[in-house]
Nanobody, 117 residues
């Protein structure tokens, strides 16, 4: 059974840091591009960052220089280190696994991040 479980969200003051984790079950992890998305109330879900199976990363312009995505294939975990947080980073953050040509895509249940001003 495939599962993605996020953790690490919470309430933090502006300028603070949080580290999100996503634990994966199943055999798909090492073949997947892993991503973090976020969705604020009233907004569409947007890509924050992704990391390919080979370790290539990409970030939304709004988080470049502040957020870092990483993965541990042995532990089947993906992380999002978020520094210098701003109130506009407030959203539910979702972990995503994209198999590309393999034809699968999975989502976690989301974790709330709230940044107070």
């Amino acid at each position: 059974q495939v599962r993605l479980v996020e953790s690490g969200g919470g309430l933090v003051q502006a300028g603070g840091s949080l580290r999100l984790s996503c634990a994966a079950s199943g055999t798909f992890f090492r073949f997947s591009t892993m991503g973090w998305y976020r969705q604020a109330p009233g907004d569409q879900r947007e890509l924050v960052a992704f990391i390919t199976s080979g370790g290539r990363t990409n970030y939304a312009d709004s988080v470049k220089g502040r957020f870092t995505i990483s993965r541990d294939n042995a532990e089947k975990q993906v992380y999002l280190q978020m520094n210098s947080l701003k109130p506009e980073d407030t959203a539910v953050y979702y972990c995503n696994a994209d198999g590309g040509a393999l034809g699968f895509r999975y989502w976690g249940q989301g974790t709330q991040v709230t940044v107070s001003s």
